[in-house]
């Protein structure tokens, strides 16, 4: 088992930036791949980023490629997503998950955390 907890998200104006974390815990983290996933209201949940259980392998969204970047500290158990340059369109409740192999697809994760609220104003 593997437990996932998100934090960071908020409100900020268009523009702005906003670093989320998601510290994980249980079975050994740094053997997963981490993907990062958004869901709108009223829209399906989307893949936003993802990396592999060594860092060496990032994967992006063409939505948000050039703004967001996904990084992990295995040392520490928490992936990362850095959002620079946020639009109204990126305001959603953000999902960290975890799989064997990072894919675009959710539905090759495991485990999912609860998801932390991200609110961009324009």
């Known amino acids: 088992q593997v437990q996932l907890v998100e934090s960071g998200g908020g409100l900020v104006q268009a523009g702005g930036s906003l670093r989320l974390s998601c510290a994980a815990s249980g079975r050994s983290f740094s053997t997963y791949g981490m993907g990062w996933f958004r869901q709108a209201p009223g829209k399906e949940r989307e893949f936003v980023a993802a990396?592999?259980?060594?860092?060496?392998?990032?994967y992006y969204a063409d939505s948000v490629k050039g703004r967001f970047t996904i990084s992990r500290d295995n040392a520490k158990n928490t992936v990362f997503l850095q959002m620079n340059s946020l639009r109204a369109e990126d305001t959603a409740v953000y999902y960290c998950a975890a799989s064997e192999i990072p894919t675009r697809e959710g539905r090759h994760y495991d485990y999912w955390g609860q998801g932390t609220q991200v609110t961009v104003s324009s």
């Open positions: 990396i592999s259980w060594s860092g060496d392998n990032t």
